[in-house]
């Protein structure tokens, strides 16, 4: 499901020609939700979800999609365990979350936020228009892969230079920098764990 809607894009002040019924509008949409998301770790605005972390001897056990609101179980290798507390980051045990090595604790939490932040409906707002913009474009078939940036121009003799490789930071509209990933990963709680289902 898509974090933004076409009223949302309609407050931004596009070409006439943009046909808001055509099927690649939803198909961006839902292109640049899924890129937010996968940056988050979990989905961002509130949801019922299950992560598996595995777990040491630690007290704190970090869990994905800041803020979480109400955990519902919480299971070690399968087996119900109590005795935690939630904090705003996670779940807290005073006896660690695990006695013999690494376990596998499975949460089945609510975590998010009630409604998607301004910033970030902006952000897939301006990702989605982007798109548009390219495929109205007319060069091409307006969906070509950017595959190296503008980083110079000498003006005498007219001279371009591009970054290409590892210093490129996207290659399509729908693509985020590296930088903007992480902000968005530490703003959710994402610390490499995934969730691996959600109602």
Known sequence: MGLIT?????????????DWDAPIVAVLIESASAEIIDAAGSPIV??????????????????PGLPVTEIHEVTVDGVPVTGWKR???GLYRPTGWSEAGL???TVDYTHGL???????????CRMVIGGLLS???GEGDGF???????????????????ATG??????TEMSLPQRTRDRIAKRFGNYGAKVVGSL
């Open 6 to 18: 076409i009223a949302d894009l309609q407050a931004y002040p596009l070409s006439e020609e943009v």
């Open 46 to 63: 509130s949801k019922r979800s299950t992560v598996e972390l595995p777990a040491g001897r630690a007290r704190i056990l970090r869990l």
């Open 87 to 89: 904090i705003n980051a």
């Open 103 to 105: 376990e596998i604790v």
């Open 114 to 124: 009630p409604v998607l932040p301004a910033d970030l409906k902006d952000l897939v």
């Open 135 to 137: 495929a109205l474009d």
């Open 144 to 162: 070509t892969l950017d595959n190296g940036r503008l980083s110079s121009v000498k003006i005498d003799d007219y001279a371009e230079g591009y």
């Open 166 to 171: 590892d210093t490129v930071d996207a290659i």
